[in-house]
């Protein structure tokens, strides 16, 4: 199988997520030679310097376990989303970036936030409300599935380490919700 042959397959399959997942591979491999100078573009809250971050934040990644930790659980959100919303999916995903990078730039300690994790608690959260307010038992069955796998990310929304963006967590999951709310009502 040729590169573009397993690109075709793997967007039929995958679908829009797997563009993002593929920009967030391609940053951290900058990043990497770089020697992570592109985490100066990160969110540094009520900064005009960090207000790019709220874009591109969720593409850079503090170290290579950082980037690891977020990798899979966007890849499957990212294939949740795809699959259930192909059509909606490039507008939902820039609703929760930007609902929650605006969120920590406002709100979020004086730091630098780095990572997914807040779209990917944004995904979680709208993902998860969208199947109990939708009324469609496939997004029902997919809101249980996600509740059981990642149940504990609940807890990331806590202050548990100075090293940890919580707030982008918490924001992440609040945009997520309220942007299912939305959609639904």
Same mark, same amino acid.
């Given at each position: 199988?040729?590169?573009?042959?397993?690109?075709?397959?793997?967007?039929?399959?995958?679908?829009?997520? $797997?563009?993002?997942? %593929? @920009?967030?591979?391609?940053?951290? =491999? &900058?990043?990497?030679?770089? !020697?992570? /100078? #592109?985490?100066? *573009?990160?969110?540094?809250?009520?900064?005009?310097?960090?207000?790019?971050?709220?874009?591109?934040?969720?593409?850079?990644?503090?170290? $290579?376990?950082?980037? %690891? @930790?977020?990798?899979?659980?966007? =890849? &499957?959100?990212?294939?949740? !989303?795809? /699959? #259930?919303?192909? *059509?909606?999916?490039?507008?939902?995903?820039?609703?929760?970036?930007?609902?929650?990078?605006?969120?920590?730039?406002?709100?979020?300690?004086?730091?630098?936030? %780095?990572?997914?994790?807040?779209?990917?608690?944004?995904?979680?959260?709208? !993902?998860?409300?969208?199947?109990? *307010?939708?009324?469609?038992?496939?997004?029902?069955?997919?809101?249980?599935?996600?509740?059981?796998?990642?149940?504990?990310?609940?807890?990331?929304?806590?202050?548990?380490?100075?090293?940890?963006?919580?707030?982008?967590?918490?924001?992440? !999951?609040?945009?997520?919700?309220? *942007?299912?709310?939305?959609?639904?009502?």
């Amino acid at each position: 199988m040729t590169a573009t042959e397993l690109l075709t397959f793997a967007l039929r399959h995958y679908g829009p997520g $797997l563009w993002l997942v %593929l @920009a967030m591979i391609t940053v951290e =491999l &900058v990043n990497l030679l770089t !020697l992570r /100078r #592109l985490n100066g *573009l990160g969110i540094v809250p009520r900064e005009a310097a960090g207000l790019p971050g709220i874009l591109v934040s969720p593409l850079l990644h503090n170290d $290579l376990r950082h980037f %690891l @930790a977020n990798f899979l659980p966007l =890849l &499957v959100l990212c294939f949740a !989303l795809g /699959r #259930l919303m192909p *059509l909606q999916f490039w507008w939902i995903i820039a609703a929760l970036v930007a609902g929650t990078g605006v969120l920590v730039w406002l709100l979020a300690r004086r730091c630098l936030h %780095l990572g997914a994790s807040g779209l990917i608690y944004g995904l979680f959260g709208f !993902l998860t409300l969208q199947g109990f *307010l939708g009324g469609h038992m496939l997004y029902l069955v997919v809101s249980i599935v996600l509740l059981v796998l990642y149940s504990g990310l609940l807890w990331g929304v806590l202050p548990t380490t100075a090293r940890t963006s919580w707030e982008s967590h918490l924001f992440g !999951l609040t945009t997520g919700l309220a *942007l299912a709310w939305w959609k639904v009502f």
